[in-house]
């Protein structure tokens, strides 16, 4: 399920840009006319929005009915409440529908996001193996090896921090932000913008504006460090989670997930290329495309024969470490 709406949401296209965002009244026509092909795709995998709209919410109410002991999730917090304002009387300012909504809206603006970022992290750090050491060193000096790194230590790993903020640099998901329309007329460097105007945020542009970031195609989590720290005084990105009132109401939640993920990865596995029938890491170009649908990264190489204790590219650090032996090398 999780699957399929990643795929609808992924390759739906680039936002606000169909004919029906523009036109709303060509959604009723038929999607065999020439140029409709996104009225199509919409029309297609419908289906893979309502279920993971419709499933989870309607498992998580039948749980409630039975009074199961259940994990705490949103629907079952947000509902609980729901029920209990109705039992005592007490107006809800949201209904069930309003919590349906807004637990799939999480998962589906949540999920891929966070998910090809975690996925671009393990890129650069296989691409880049000694700034992965100086994390790994950190993480070491902040954490130690007899336990695993906590929420407590993420304030303490600052270079670490930076090379998420390097991640979300280098490749802004949303290369064109999600369009805003203007809500009075303005001017921009000389140029009328009537009210209403849908404005797209080049944030792609920010991120690799030359004359902010020094060799902006280099993966490089120093060029934020004071000159004097080695660094180059450079400004975080902005962009990455949007702007004004609609940025991402998830971007602390990303951040700090990806941070206390990208912590455990660090204190625990190498991240090496894959090996090859050889035994040989095999390093390898990573295919970028930007087909205006989705960003895909391929190795070009299939699942490697792994020798005894590395399974593809990650190898466990610290056999020694007095931590529970979770089979991360999976
Ligand atoms: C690295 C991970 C993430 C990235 C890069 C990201 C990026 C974005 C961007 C670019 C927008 C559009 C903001 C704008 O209109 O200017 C957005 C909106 C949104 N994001 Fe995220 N997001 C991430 C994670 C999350 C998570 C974990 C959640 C859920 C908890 C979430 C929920 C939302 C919602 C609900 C909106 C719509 C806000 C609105 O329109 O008012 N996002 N996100």
Not at 232 to 258: M, W, Y
Not at 270 to 274: A, G, K, L, R, Y
């Given at each position: 399920m999780a699957d399929d709406t990643a795929n609808a949401i992924g390759k739906s296209g680039a936002p606000a840009s169909s004919i029906m965002d523009r036109l709303p009244a060509t959604r009723y026509l038929p999607d065999w006319l020439p140029?409709?092909?996104?009225?199509?795709?919409?029309?297609?995998?419908?289906?893979?929005?309502?279920?993971?709209?419709?499933?989870?919410?309607?498992?998580?109410?039948?749980?409630?009915?039975?009074?199961a002991d259940t994990e705490s999730s949103f629907a079952h917090t947000r509902m609980t409440i729901w029920r209990e304002n109705a039992r005592m009387g007490v107006p809800n300012d949201f209904d069930l529908d309003d919590i349906k909504g807004a637990a799939a809206t999480i998962v589906i603006a949540g999920n891929v996001t966070t998910a090809a970022t975690l996925m671009l992290l393990v890129l650069y750090l296989m691409q880049h193996p000694d700034l992965q050491r100086k994390a790994?060193?950190?993480?070491?000096?902040?954490?130690?090896?007899?336990?695993?790194?906590?929420?407590?230590?993420i304030p303490s790993l600052p270079y670490t921090r930076l090379v998420l903020q390097e991640t979300y640099r280098m490749n802004p998901l949303s290369l064109l932000g999600i369009p805003h329309a203007s809500i009075a007329d303005d001017v921009y460097d000389g140029?009328?913008?009537?009210?209403?105007?849908?404005?797209?945020?080049?944030?792609?542009?920010?991120?690799?504006?030359?004359?902010?970031?020094a060799a902006p195609?280099?993966?490089w989590p120093e060029r934020y460090l004071p000159k004097?720290?080695?660094?180059?005084?450079?400004?975080?990105?902005?962009?990455?989670?949007?702007?004004?009132?609609?940025?991402?109401?998830?971007?602390?939640?990303?951040?700090?997930?990806?941070?206390?993920?990208?912590?455990?990865?660090?204190a625990t596995v190498?991240?090496?290329?894959?090996v090859g029938a050889d035994g040989k890491p095999q390093p390898f170009e990573?295919?970028?495309s930007f087909r205006g649908r989705q960003l895909s990264c391929r190795s070009g190489h299939p699942s490697p024969a792994a020798p005894p204790g590395r399974k593809g590219c990650w190898t466990a650090r610290y056999e020694h470490k007095n931590i529970a032996k979770g089979d991360y090398t999976k």
């Open positions: 140029f409709m092909e996104r009225l199509r795709y919409a029309r297609t995998w419908c289906p893979a929005i309502e279920n993971l709209t419709r499933l989870p919410f309607e498992a998580s109410l039948r749980q409630l009915d039975s009074g790994q060193a950190e993480v070491d000096r902040v954490v130690g090896s007899d336990r695993l790194p906590s929420w407590a230590d140029m009328f913008i009537p009210k209403r105007t849908a404005v797209y945020s080049n944030v792609w542009a920010m991120c690799h504006d030359e004359s902010v970031y195609s280099r993966f004097e720290d080695g660094g180059n005084g450079e400004p975080l990105p902005v962009g990455n989670s949007g702007f004004g009132r609609r940025v991402c109401i998830g971007k602390h939640l990303a951040e700090n997930g990806l941070l206390i993920v990208l912590a455990l990865l660090l190498d991240i090496d290329w894959p990573p295919e970028w």
